[in-house]
């Protein structure tokens, strides 16, 4: 019971740091494989313009397998973390065990869309035989593999929601490493491997995720004593299932909405390949930044949760603050790093055509980066209150009611010739800055409602 002691008697500020250092270097390197792949397939010998472009089509793919995942692990997180805050182990056993199951059931439906949906999915964006064939051929890979990412995205929700936020991270370094190794050998072909260009670095990132998916199971079952494990436990119960998902979907729904968002933009920006892929390249360092505040995101959620389950007004407010504190901090260190070095980051991808509409994106979309993070913040705070409509309405507006129509209206005067692609990046700062108001909103209705009446 000494994690469940941390979790109800260590002072929140210094909590939230020990549990959130860990899962921001996680989420961080989570984005580090999309950088990394990027990064080594921008540098190939040959045909690296159209690799790049195939990743740019298959990234939302790529977004949607990780949102299921992930959100199903929020709810997971939550829920287990608030069972354990009320002592009730039979309940957190039966969470667990549910959550493994509906991996499953993920993972089955991934499979099925990567044998037979991965070539229309491309072939909707984009009338290059060449990016097409590239871009089924990744994906493929990513789909039928995809059982590492599902598996290892639930496993160190379950660590997370114990205090053992350290080992999800030390899971999450093996991949990376494993990945980033494999990369450049099977890209380019070395020793007895032979090259295999943008295949090559879907195997290299499946087999990273797969080698992290392993290593946070053995973790688990060794370090999760709180509550059982077994078999047994994975039998289904729908009220389980519908508590995690009334916490994980809004989680889910967002994360999704990131993905509808790249591809619906991936389609306004169909007129211009070149503006295409920079924005593509941009959303990945953009993620690396946004990553930060969602891993932070993800202390902020099992610790107000376990206050609000043994009903510690004082510590959820504790939470509140020094989560949006440490947030703020965060996106200035980001914002700063993209806006001072954007060039660097260009010579990285080996940009060519797209180098100049990936400098000004970068410019002018990092603006945003301090409100997004607040509005991250802000859903973390609601999924841990049962604040899911909230969460879910935040989404919303950062990722389609205003992004998605103002893109369109910009795109408009860009395609007469009336302006430069510039004007369609700054969308992004206008909505963040929209929705963080709205938040701030649902936070004073929720603080009223939900934590100032607790006994």
Same mark, same amino acid.
Not at 196 to 210: D, K, R, S
């Given at each position: 019971?000494?994690?469940?002691?941390?979790?109800?008697?260590?002072?929140?500020?210094?909590?939230?740091?020990?549990?959130?250092?860990?899962?921001?270097? +996680?989420?961080?390197? !989570?984005? $580090?494989?999309?950088? #990394?792949?990027?990064?080594?397939?921008?540098? @190939?010998?040959? *045909?690296?313009?159209?690799?790049?472009?195939?990743?740019?089509?298959?990234?939302?793919?790529?977004?949607?397998?990780?949102?299921?995942?992930?959100?199903?692990?929020?709810?997971?997180?939550?829920?287990?973390?608030?069972?354990?805050?009320?002592?009730?182990?039979?309940?957190?056993?039966?969470?667990?065990?549910?959550?493994?199951?509906?991996?499953?059931?993920?993972?089955?439906?991934?499979?099925?869309?990567?044998?037979?949906?991965?070539?229309?999915?491309?072939?909707?964006?984009?009338?290059?035989?060449?990016?097409?064939?590239?871009?089924?051929?990744?994906?493929?890979?990513?789909?039928?593999?995809?059982?590492?990412?599902?598996?290892?995205?639930?496993?160190?929700?379950?660590?997370?929601?114990?205090?053992?936020?350290?080992? +999800?991270?030390?899971? !999450?370094? $093996?991949?990376?490493? #494993?990945?980033?190794?494999?990369?450049?050998? @099977?890209?380019? *072909?070395?020793?007895?491997?032979?090259?295999?260009?943008?295949?090559?670095?879907?195997?290299?990132?499946?087999?990273?995720?797969?080698?992290?998916?392993?290593?946070?199971?053995?973790?688990?079952?060794?370090?999760?004593?709180?509550?059982?494990?077994?078999?047994?436990?994975?039998?289904?119960?729908?009220?389980?299932?519908?508590?995690?998902?009334?916490?994980?979907?809004?989680?889910?729904?967002?994360?999704?909405?990131?993905?509808?968002?790249?591809?619906?933009?991936?389609?306004?920006?169909?007129?211009?390949?070149?503006?295409?892929?920079?924005?593509?390249?941009?959303?990945?360092?953009?993620?690396?930044?946004?990553?930060?505040?969602?891993?932070?995101?993800?202390?902020?959620?099992?610790?107000?949760?376990?206050?609000?389950?043994?009903?510690?007004?004082?510590?959820?407010?504790?939470?509140?603050?020094?989560?949006?504190?440490?947030?703020?901090?965060?996106?200035?260190?980001?914002?700063?790093?993209?806006?001072?070095?954007?060039?660097?980051?260009?010579?990285?991808?080996?940009?060519?055509?797209?180098?100049?509409?990936?400098?000004?994106?970068?410019?002018?979309?990092?603006?945003?980066?301090?409100?997004?993070?607040?509005?991250?913040?802000?859903?973390?705070?609601?999924?841990?209150?049962?604040?899911?409509?909230?969460?879910?309405?935040?989404?919303?507006?950062?990722?389609?009611?205003?992004?998605?129509?103002?893109?369109?209206?910009?795109?408009?005067?860009?395609?007469?010739?009336?302006?430069?692609?510039?004007?369609?990046?700054?969308?992004?700062?206008?909505?963040?800055?929209?929705?963080?108001?709205?938040?701030?909103?649902?936070?004073?209705?929720?603080?009223?409602?939900?934590?100032?009446?607790?006994?």
């Amino acid at each position: 019971m000494v994690k469940s002691n941390k979790m109800k008697e260590m002072p929140v500020n210094k909590l939230m740091i020990q549990m959130g250092i860990p899962m921001i270097l +996680s989420m961080a390197l !989570q984005a $580090v494989y999309n950088i #990394v792949d990027s990064a080594f397939v921008g540098n @190939m010998r040959s *045909g690296s313009e159209a690799a790049l472009n195939a990743l740019t089509l298959v990234f939302p793919v790529q977004m949607l397998m990780v949102a299921i995942g992930i959100g199903t692990g929020v709810g997971t997180n939550a829920l287990l973390a608030r069972t354990l805050g009320q002592g009730n182990t039979k309940k957190a056993a039966k969470v667990a065990g549910n959550s493994l199951f509906l991996g499953i059931i993920i993972y089955v439906i991934c499979l099925l869309f990567g044998i037979l949906g991965v070539k229309a999915y491309i072939s909707s964006q984009t009338v290059d035989p060449e990016v097409i064939s590239r871009g089924t051929s990744y994906l493929r890979i990513c789909c039928v593999i995809s059982f590492g990412i599902i598996f290892f995205s639930l496993f160190e929700k379950l660590l997370q929601a114990t205090g053992h936020s350290l080992y +999800s991270t030390i899971g !999450q370094v $093996v991949g990376a490493v #494993v990945n980033i190794i494999l990369d450049p050998i @099977m890209i380019y *072909g070395i020793g007895p491997v032979p090259e295999m260009g943008i295949e090559g670095a879907a195997y290299a990132t499946v087999i990273g995720q797969v080698a992290s998916a392993v290593l946070l199971f053995i973790f688990h079952i060794r370090l999760n004593t709180e509550f059982e494990h077994g078999v047994r436990y994975m039998k289904p119960y729908g009220g389980i299932i519908r508590e995690i998902y009334a916490i994980g979907l809004p989680a889910i729904i967002a994360q999704a909405l990131m993905s509808i968002m790249v591809y619906v933009m991936n389609l306004i920006l169909k007129f211009s390949p070149s503006a295409q892929t920079a924005y593509g390249l941009f959303y990945k360092v953009q993620q690396f930044v946004l990553f930060l505040a969602f891993g932070l995101r993800d202390a902020i959620t099992p610790i107000i949760a376990f206050s609000y389950g043994m009903h510690s007004k004082k510590r959820i407010q504790d939470g509140i603050k020094y989560g949006l504190i440490y947030t703020i901090l965060l996106m200035i260190v980001g914002m700063a790093i993209t806006e001072i070095f954007p060039g660097a980051f260009a010579t990285l991808f080996n940009a060519r055509q797209s180098r100049e509409y990936f400098i000004k994106a970068m410019r002018i979309i990092s603006i945003s980066f301090i409100f997004a993070g607040i509005n991250v913040a802000y859903q973390g705070i609601y999924q841990a209150l049962n604040g899911g409509v909230e969460s879910l309405v935040i989404s919303l507006l950062r990722q389609l009611v205003i992004i998605l129509p103002l893109t369109g209206i910009f795109s408009i005067f860009v395609r007469n010739g009336q302006m430069e692609v510039s004007l369609i990046w700054w969308a992004f700062p206008i909505t963040e800055i929209i929705a963080c108001l709205v938040g701030y909103i649902f936070l004073t209705k929720i603080r009223k409602n939900k934590v100032e009446s607790l006994s």
